[in-house]
């Protein structure tokens, strides 16, 4: 190490002390300093010396150079990201300086971070109060208890999955469901018209030994209910052994076992082992995956999102389905996007959009304020129908990644990354002061009269 170079390694150190537990006293001792050396050391009051690194490296056995080169690049990176929230866009600070203040003081360092992760808190805590409107009687909101459930859990559940792929070798997939509910249970399926099913799309008639289907839907429906009726007669107490792990209300309860079941019948008729390796194969194209398993649009781009077997983790997506006023309802997600939990999305998201061209795959990249970059596919799905004057909702689905993924799926080839739309959680929680879409201002933002100026926007921000 060359006399004259000072090094100066405090987060470094600081973060190599709690990983292993030690206090400033611990590491002292094993390092045969004072605990106010090993103080100053961890806040860039004192540079470490040659003799100190080789200690450190020889004591913990590391490479030096995870010393050496740390410097605060981690620390630096994180506030550099910080920074990037729109809320300081008016502000200059020249990475030189971000760099020094990782560098020279961490504590202060640290005291931002912490800062900024409370107020992130605090803005969605906010939003949550302002969006929900106050009731007497706090009520248990079941959709939330069970989508915080699922959510908790990315969506993903191995052991269903394992049970799920037994069971359709045992059925031999989903052509062989129909003989095998006649053979193990002794059902017979019929198909009838909606008048004799009276607003049933699946009944299973115990007395007669029947699983009567509405003969209005499509193939992939029924082959979803038979397998749906097939999970609750056998892999009930694996859903039980799930449904042990929470706490819910009545109605969540029922909503998060109908869930459960749901995705075990989707396990069944896309088993986890041949369909991820079918996903890769074909680069996530959802169409040609469906094609391939008798499935339909959305009933695949669903079964991509649950692709998170510890050891054989695919592409983590997320995904939402939302109706032409914007009410959302589903969503789940495995790769960190942070969705609205209470009103609207952002309108320059094109899954609002896909409306416009019914059944074709829209894509996008999406930029949030602090940075992230995702990369998404829209397309519009249809419930119901089935004849002529028949009620049917359309719908439209959004399926997304993190950027750094995008180049493995379809749709991002072979075009190159265009620039991403500039997009919010939702309103309140977005700090694109200029944004012309805008419909609510951003919590903590003061609005300008505009008695003398107006911006283009739909309100104007003072500066503080």
Same mark, same amino acid.
């Given at each position: 190490?060359?006399?004259?170079?000072?090094?100066?390694?405090?987060?470094?150190?600081?973060?190599?002390?709690?990983?292993?537990?030690?206090?400033?006293?611990?590491?002292?001792?094993?390092?045969?300093?004072?605990?106010?050396?090993?103080?100053?050391?961890?806040?860039?009051?004192? $540079?470490?010396?040659?003799?100190?690194?080789?200690?450190?490296?020889?004591?913990?056995?590391?490479?030096?150079?995870?010393?050496?080169?740390?410097?605060?690049?981690?620390?630096?990176?994180?506030?550099?990201?910080?920074?990037?929230?729109?809320?300081?866009?008016?502000?200059?600070?020249?990475?030189?300086?971000?760099?020094?203040?990782?560098?020279?003081?961490?504590?202060?360092?640290?005291?931002?971070?912490?800062?900024?992760?409370?107020?992130?808190?605090?803005?969605?805590?906010?939003?949550?109060?302002?969006?929900? @409107? $106050?009731?007497?009687?706090?009520?248990?909101? &079941?959709?939330?208890?069970?989508?915080?459930?699922?959510?908790?859990?990315?969506?993903?559940?191995?052991?269903?999955?394992?049970?799920?792929?037994?069971?359709?070798?045992?059925?031999?997939?989903?052509?062989?469901?129909?003989?095998?509910?006649?053979?193990?249970?002794?059902?017979?399926?019929?198909?009838?018209?909606?008048?004799?099913?009276?607003?049933?799309?699946?009944?299973?008639?115990?007395?007669?030994?029947?699983?009567?289907?509405?003969?209005?839907?499509?193939?992939?429906?029924?082959?979803?209910?038979?397998?749906?009726?097939?999970?609750?007669?056998?892999?009930?107490?694996?859903?039980?052994?799930?449904?042990?792990?929470?706490?819910?209300?009545?109605?969540? @309860?029922?909503?998060?076992?109908?869930? *459960?079941?749901?995705?075990?019948?989707?396990?069944?008729?896309?088993?986890?082992?041949?369909?991820?390796?079918?996903?890769?194969?074909?680069?996530?194209?959802?169409?040609?995956?469906?094609?391939?398993?008798?499935?339909?649009?959305?009933?695949?781009?669903?079964?991509?999102?649950?692709?998170?077997?510890?050891?054989?983790? =695919?592409?983590?997506?997320?995904?939402?389905?939302?109706?032409?006023?914007?009410?959302?309802?589903?969503?789940?997600?495995?790769?960190?996007?942070?969705?609205?939990?209470?009103?609207?999305?952002?309108?320059?998201?094109?899954?609002?959009?896909?409306?416009?061209?019914?059944?074709?795959?829209?894509?996008?990249?999406?930029?949030?304020?602090?940075?992230?970059?995702?990369?998404?596919?829209?397309?519009?799905?249809?419930?119901?129908?089935?004849?002529?004057?028949?009620?049917?909702?359309?719908?439209?689905?959004? *399926?997304?990644?993190?950027?750094?993924?995008?180049?493995?799926?379809?749709?991002?080839? $072979?075009?190159? &990354?265009?620039?991403?739309?500039?997009?919010?959680?939702?309103? =309140?929680?977005?700090? =694109?002061?200029?944004?012309?879409?805008?419909?609510?201002?951003?919590?903590?933002?003061?609005?300008?009269?505009?008695?003398?100026?107006?911006?283009?926007?739909?309100?104007?921000?003072?500066?503080?």
């Amino acid at each position: 190490m060359a006399a004259d170079r000072r090094l100066y390694v405090g987060p470094s150190l600081r973060r190599l002390r709690r990983d292993r537990g030690l206090t400033q006293a611990d590491m002292a001792a094993d390092l045969e300093i004072s605990p106010s050396y090993v103080a100053l050391l961890e806040r860039n009051h004192r $540079p470490l010396s040659a003799e100190l690194l080789l200690r450190l490296a020889q004591t913990y056995k590391l490479d030096m150079s995870t010393l050496a080169g740390g410097g605060g690049a981690e620390e630096t990176a994180r506030l550099q990201g910080v920074l990037k929230d729109p809320m300081f866009a008016d502000i200059d600070l020249p990475g030189l300086e971000v760099a020094d203040l990782a560098a020279n003081f961490p504590g202060v360092m640290e005291a931002l971070l912490r800062l900024y992760t409370t107020y992130q808190e605090e803005q969605l805590a906010l939003a949550d109060r302002h969006s929900a @409107e $106050p009731r007497d009687d706090d009520a248990s909101d &079941p959709v939330a208890e069970s989508r915080r459930f699922l959510a908790a859990r990315r969506n993903s559940f191995p052991a269903l999955d394992d049970a799920a792929e037994r069971l359709s070798q045992a059925t031999g997939g989903a052509d062989g469901l129909i003989a095998y509910l006649k053979s193990r249970h002794g059902l017979r399926v019929r198909r009838l018209p909606p008048t004799v099913m009276v607003g049933s799309v699946r009944r299973l008639d115990h007395h007669r030994r029947e699983v009567l289907l509405a003969d209005d839907q499509d193939h992939a429906s029924q082959s979803f209910q038979l397998a749906l009726q097939l999970a609750y007669l056998e892999l009930g107490g694996d859903v039980d052994a799930l449904m042990a792990e929470g706490s819910f209300s009545e109605s969540a @309860e029922r909503l998060t076992r109908r869930a *459960l079941a749901s995705y075990a019948a989707a396990a069944l008729l896309m088993p986890y082992t041949a369909f991820a390796r079918a996903a890769e194969q074909r680069r996530y194209d959802v169409e040609a995956l469906g094609r391939q398993f008798g499935t339909s649009f959305e009933q695949t781009a669903h079964r991509l999102t649950t692709l998170q077997k510890p050891g054989d983790e =695919r592409l983590p997506f997320f995904f939402i389905r939302v109706d032409e006023a914007g009410n959302v309802s589903k969503r789940l997600d495995g790769a960190g996007f942070p969705f609205a939990r209470h009103g609207g999305g952002c309108p320059l998201w094109n899954v609002h959009q896909a409306f416009r061209t019914p059944r074709q795959i829209v894509t996008q990249w999406l930029e949030l304020p602090d940075g992230q970059r995702f990369f998404s596919i829209a397309r519009t799905v249809t419930a119901g129908g089935g004849g002529f004057g028949k009620a049917k909702v359309e719908r439209a689905i959004a *399926l997304g990644c993190a950027a750094e993924h995008a180049h493995r799926l379809v749709y991002s080839q $072979p075009q190159a &990354p265009v620039e991403a739309t500039p997009i919010g959680v939702t309103c =309140r929680l977005c700090h =694109r002061t200029e944004c012309v879409a805008r419909s609510a201002p951003p919590i903590g933002r003061q609005i300008l009269p505009d008695d003398i100026r107006r911006t283009g926007a739909p309100f104007g921000f003072s500066d503080s």
